[in-house]
């Protein structure tokens, strides 16, 4: 077999220049794909980042069964008690890998700074919780004024664009309004704790945040909508539903159970925006691989007719002039795919140091470009290629290979 490697590998030498420009063809596709693909991974992470972290949705949201239907036409039936909240509570925290589990509610209402007055959509969380699901993401957008507190329960967070519109900053009084689950209109008196970005164009100018016992009072209940609960790894979330969904069941709890990505306002659409993106650039690319491999076979099958008739006339088979050429085209695809793994080393460690800025769709804030080194990607691109370039190689050289020996000897 070495043999036919040697051999293959000095016939690819035979015309450098031809063997040059298709391994930089190959090389040139291979790394934009790889380039892109590291791009994509990279976004990814952010948005599951922001979604787990940002958004406060954590890994997975535990509600009363049926509330997607109808938990906002009779909102009361589809609470859990505050019994029931302790004891979901109780026995999701007793599964290893489970970080955090914590009652939310969420409200609608009017928010008023006693002249002008808008709608607003707020999570009550407690306090301390929150802090440890929001983690890492109060580095990257730290909050104007104060975060929530246990002490001061009427202080509240404010997006940003909502306290610009209603011009509450920090220490300022308003007033929010909302019904009850019975039904009847309640206010409250509050206090700008602090002022933060959502990180999303859509609903800065709607979120607030408030201290999960405001949130009761506001709507005069001592239940809770949903139970939150964050996990060490983010990996694990399915296998988590679906043993805490049996478990919760079990001890006659009927809940429903909805994961991070379920909920979140813009992953789902975002990934299948890019994926359906990387589809496309990696279409483009392959056909590009495959012509350009053809064409390379092609003209040195012509240019070798002489050569092939010989091979024949010595005893040598179809399927070994077959072999011969299909492992050049593995050759080339190999080397052309080295080429382009090097190509995305040089992109990768340029962009790590000197990271582009830009302001994705959507995002209020500005994010760095960076590129994700996925080695498991390159090697399952780098084998996608060396047979693509293989096939391709074999097309032509099965044509070749049929051809009379006569023929093939004669030809000028």
Same mark, same amino acid.
């Given at each position: 077999?070495?043999?036919?490697? %040697?051999?293959?590998?000095?016939?690819?030498?035979?015309? %450098?220049?031809?063997?040059?420009?298709?391994?930089?063809?190959?090389?040139?596709?291979?790394?934009?794909?790889?380039?892109?693909?590291?791009?994509?991974?990279?976004?990814?992470?952010?948005?599951?980042?922001?979604?787990?972290?940002?958004?406060?949705?954590?890994?997975?949201?535990?509600?009363?069964?049926?509330?997607?239907?109808?938990g906002k036409l009779?909102?009361?039936?589809?609470?859990?008690?505050?019994?029931?909240?302790?004891?979901?509570?109780?026995?999701?925290?007793?599964?290893?890998?489970?970080?955090?589990?914590?009652?939310?509610?969420q409200v609608t209402?009017?928010?008023?700074? /006693?002249?002008?007055?808008?709608?607003?959509?707020?999570?009550?969380?407690?306090?301390?919780?929150?802090?440890?699901?929001?983690?890492?993401?109060?580095?990257?957008?730290?909050?104007?004024?104060?975060?929530?507190?246990?002490?001061?329960?009427? /202080?509240?967070?404010?997006?940003?664009?909502?306290?610009?519109?209603?011009?509450?900053?920090?220490? %300022?009084?308003?007033?929010?309004?909302?019904?009850?689950?019975?039904?009847?209109?309640? =206010?409250?008196? @509050?206090?700008?704790?602090?002022?933060?970005?959502?990180?999303?164009?859509?609903?800065?100018?709607?979120?607030?945040?408030?201290?999960?016992?405001?949130?009761?009072?506001?709507?005069?209940?001592?239940? =809770?909508?949903?139970?939150?609960?964050?996990?060490?790894?983010?990996?694990?979330?399915?296998?988590?539903?679906?043993?805490?969904?049996?478990?919760?069941?079990?001890?006659?709890?009927?809940?429903?159970?909805?994961?991070?990505?379920?909920?979140?306002?813009?992953?789902?659409?975002?990934?299948?925006?890019?994926?359906? @993106?990387?589809?496309?650039?990696?279409?483009?690319?392959?056909?590009?691989?495959?012509?350009?491999?053809?064409?390379?076979?092609?003209?040195?099958?012509?240019?070798?007719?002489?050569?092939?008739?010989?091979?024949?006339?010595?005893?040598?088979?179809?399927?070994?002039?077959?072999?011969?050429?299909?492992?050049?085209? =593995?050759?080339?695809?190999?080397?052309?795919?080295?080429?382009?793994?090097?190509?995305?080393?040089?992109?990768?460690?340029?962009?790590?140091?000197?990271?582009?800025?830009?302001?994705?769709?959507?995002?209020?804030?500005?994010?760095?470009?960076?590129?994700?080194?996925?080695?498991?990607?390159?090697?399952?691109?780098?084998?996608?290629?060396?047979?693509?370039?293989?096939?391709?190689?074999?097309v032509s050289a099965?044509?070749?290979?049929?051809?009379?020996?006569?023929?093939?000897? /004669?030809?000028?």
């Amino acid at each position: 077999m070495m043999k036919w490697i %040697k051999l293959a590998f000095r016939n690819v030498l035979r015309n %450098k220049r031809r063997s040059l420009v298709t391994l930089l063809a190959i090389g040139v596709g291979f790394a934009a794909i790889s380039l892109y693909y590291g791009y994509i991974h990279n976004v990814y992470r952010g948005l599951r980042f922001m979604a787990i972290h940002g958004e406060g949705l954590g890994n997975l949201r535990i509600n009363r069964a049926g509330w997607q239907e109808k938990g906002k036409l009779e909102p009361e039936k589809y609470m859990f008690s505050r019994e029931e909240t302790q004891k979901i509570v109780k026995l999701a925290c007793e599964e290893k890998g489970v970080v955090l589990c914590t009652p939310q509610i969420q409200v609608t209402g009017i928010v008023s700074n /006693g002249i002008i007055s808008t709608v607003f959509i707020a999570q009550g969380v407690v306090p301390k919780d929150d802090r440890i699901i929001k983690g890492r993401w109060t580095e990257y957008m730290p909050i104007e004024g104060q975060a929530l507190s246990e002490e001061k329960t009427y /202080g509240v967070e404010i997006a940003k664009d909502l306290a610009k519109y209603l011009d509450l900053t920090p220490g %300022k009084d308003g007033v929010v309004m909302a019904p009850t689950l019975s039904g009847q209109m309640n =206010a409250l008196d @509050m206090q700008i704790n602090g002022v933060y970005d959502s990180g999303n164009d859509f609903s800065n100018d709607k979120f607030m945040r408030f201290n999960f016992y405001f949130a009761q009072s506001l709507l005069d209940t001592q239940s =809770a909508e949903r139970i939150v609960i964050l996990l060490e790894k983010w990996e694990d979330t399915e296998m988590m539903r679906a043993l805490l969904l049996k478990k919760l069941r079990a001890a006659g709890i009927d809940c429903e159970i909805r994961t991070w990505n379920e909920l979140s306002l813009s992953f789902a659409k975002q990934k299948a925006f890019l994926d359906t @993106m990387f589809l496309f650039l990696f279409s483009i690319v392959l056909v590009i691989v495959v012509m350009t491999t053809v064409n390379t076979m092609g003209m040195a099958i012509l240019e070798r007719t002489k050569e092939i008739g010989t091979l024949r006339a010595l005893g040598l088979k179809q399927r070994g002039i077959a072999v011969l050429f299909a492992l050049e085209g =593995a050759i080339l695809g190999f080397l052309g795919s080295v080429a382009g793994i090097l190509l995305h080393t040089c992109v990768w460690a340029i962009i790590r140091t000197y990271p582009l800025k830009y302001t994705p769709p959507g995002f209020s804030m500005s994010v760095s470009l960076f590129v994700d080194m996925v080695p498991l990607m390159l090697f399952a691109l780098l084998l996608s290629f060396v047979v693509l370039s293989l096939l391709a190689a074999i097309v032509s050289a099965r044509r070749a290979a049929r051809k009379n020996i006569v023929d093939a000897l /004669g030809h000028v």
